[in-house]
């Protein structure tokens, strides 16, 4: 069993920075798990935002946050991030962090614990 907390959101204004964190917890090691954060504004589709694999060696992002998101992990301390820069407007919603034990990429069925999430507001 993983939990996952989501922590970092807040309002902020267009062009600012912010930087989600998800921490693990649960007795369980998050070293060889995948992480991805996806995101969901209310209505819609959750969206997948990026991925990072065991090791951290690989990255994929959405198109639409590719060049100002960076997701990183830090496997000593059981956390990943994500890094926003110049957030824009349509980056208000909420945030959500996932692990997956096998699978790796923007398929929210991969992964198997999810966060309760982190609203990020941004305005114009």
């Known amino acids: 069993q993983v939990k996952l907390v989501e922590s970092g959101g807040r309002l902020v204004q267009a062009g600012d920075s912010l930087r989600l964190s998800c921490a693990a917890s649960?007795?369980?090691?998050?070293?060889?798990?995948?992480l991805g954060w996806f995101r969901r504004a209310p209505g819609k589709e959750r969206e997948f935002v990026a991925a990072?694999?065991?090791?951290?060696?690989?990255?994929l992002y959405a198109d639409s946050v590719k060049g100002r998101f960076t997701i990183s992990r830090n496997d000593a301390e059981n956390t990943a991030y994500l890094q926003m820069n110049k957030l824009i407007p349509e980056d208000t919603v909420l945030y959500y962090c996932?692990?997956?034990?096998w699978g790796y990429g923007e398929d929210s069925t991969f992964y198997s614990y999810w966060g309760q999430g982190t609203q990020v507001t941004v305005s114009s």
């Open positions: 649960g007795g369980t090691s998050i070293s060889t798990y995948r």
């Open positions: 996932a692990t997956s034990r």
């Open positions: 990072i694999n065991a090791g951290g060696r690989d990255t």
